[in-house]
């Protein structure tokens, strides 16, 4: 259980509370929030809200607030009702980004200047299958800096799958739950094949983008084929600041991705850079070998075409690139809206490079991280 906390002081006005806790920092919670979370219109087993937001006051206002065991007590004006909720809660509410420590990026711009093994989280398969804690601390890693590796994965078919079992969720798709990269002759995709591969992202044309992927070395070449992998979103907040007007046409402009096969006939349309609400970057999706004919206007062409090829240049250059030599067992698992991948050339008729791939779900990553924080809370109690 997380301790509980305390507050000096409490002050409320009409449209809202002020709590000052003991740390000596602050919280602000309108009033509209606090009558919309009151904790006797939300069922108790489930948490979830016994009502929607018709049934609330317009504009409630707060008449009176105290505090009693642990709890803030308010009156309403026009309404009977005195709610009370807890401190703890509150104070959880406030603080919801220290208590996912997930959730804080961790770009990572000048990927030649950074050694894999030395700056991302690495740990062999059994040390994570053995000790919670060691695995809570390798996947915030994943998701704060967006890659981790793991190393002693037995390099068989089936080893990917005992890694990813303590991840996450795998998403199937067309290629199966797991997929092959290996040289085949006449691909239907130049992942099969044995040329270089620039940086990219995987599968913008599905819905949803596959959100990780894992990447499994079962037979490595020992010339070429070493992995690429840049971060896209310190790339694009590189762009926002160097080239605004280049980054806006990015963020606005809808791109069409297609993949078809003999199984599969796959098409979305979404800009490059992805933006949140607050104007974060949510995802990067850049696959030059699947990009569609592009629906626009004429007058728009030259603006965008000028905004893709100084991004794709970006993606070029050395310096944004951190290379990994993968090893027979090692894996690799980034988040493919986020971190772009390639490998270097290597030569198929003299090296049986193979590796297998699968995806996993955005939120089951998300879920077992905080999850597992959760049990490791509980037993360290």
């Known amino acids: 259980m997380r301790p509980s906390v305390d507050c000096g002081a409490i002050r409320s006005r009409e449209t809202s509370l002020r709590i000052e806790w003991l740390d000596g920092t602050q ?32 504009d409630p206002r707060i008449a009176a607030a105290t505090l009693a065991d642990r709890h803030v007590c308010i009156e309403w004006r026009d309404e009977t009702r005195v709610s009370r909720i807890a401190l703890d809660w509150l104070h959880e509410q406030a603080t919801v980004q220290d208590r996912r420590p997930e959730l804080a990026v961790r770009a990572w711009l000048e990927g030649a200047t950074l050694e894999p093994k030395r700056d991302f989280a690495w740990r062999a398969l059994a040390v994570l299958q053995a000790d919670p804690r060691e695995r809570l601390r390798w996947l915030t890693r994943l998701l704060q800096d967006g890659i981790a590796f793991l190393s002693e994965v037995p390099p068989i078919d089936a080893g990917i799958l005992e890694a990813v079992e303590i991840v996450g969720r795998i998403a199937e798709t067309n290629y199966g739950r797991v997929f092959d990269v290996r040289t085949v002759a006449e691909p239907e995709n130049l992942a099969y094949s044995d040329l270089g591969l620039g940086l990219h992202t995987d599968n913008p044309y599905r819905e949803p983008v596959p959100g990780f992927q894992a990447l499994h070395v079962l037979v490595a070449a020992p010339d070429g084929g070493d992995s690429l992998f840049a971060d896209g979103f310190a790339l694009a907040e590189y762009l926002r600041g160097s080239a605004p007007e280049t980054f806006a046409t990015l963020t606005c402009t809808a791109v069409p991705f297609v993949y078809q096969s003999r199984d599969a006939d796959l098409y979305a349309q979404r800009p490059l850079i992805e933006l949140s609400c607050a104007g974060a970057i949510a995802a990067v999706n850049y696959n030059s070998r699947s990009i569609a004919p592009l629906q626009l206007a004429a007058q728009h062409c030259a603006s965008f075409y000028s905004a893709y090829r100084h991004f794709a240049n970006l993606l070029r250059e050395p310096r944004f690139q951190a290379s990994a030599r993968l090893a027979n067992g090692d894996l690799a698992l980034f988040d493919n809206r986020r971190i772009l991948h ?40």
């Not at 919309?36 to 006051?57: F, H, K, M, Y």
């Open 27 to 58: 919280s602000e919670f309108a009033s509209i929030w606090l009558r919309d979370n009151l904790p006797e219109d939300r069922d108790a087993r489930s948490g979830q809200r016994l009502i929607d937001v018709t049934q609330l006051p317009v």
């Open 342 to 381: 390639g490998r270097t050339k290597f030569a198929s008729s003299r090296y049986a490079r193979h590796l297998r791939g699968c995806y996993l779900t955005r939120d089951s990553v998300y879920s077992a991280t905080a999850l597992l924080r959760r049990q490791c809370a509980a037993e360290g109690s």
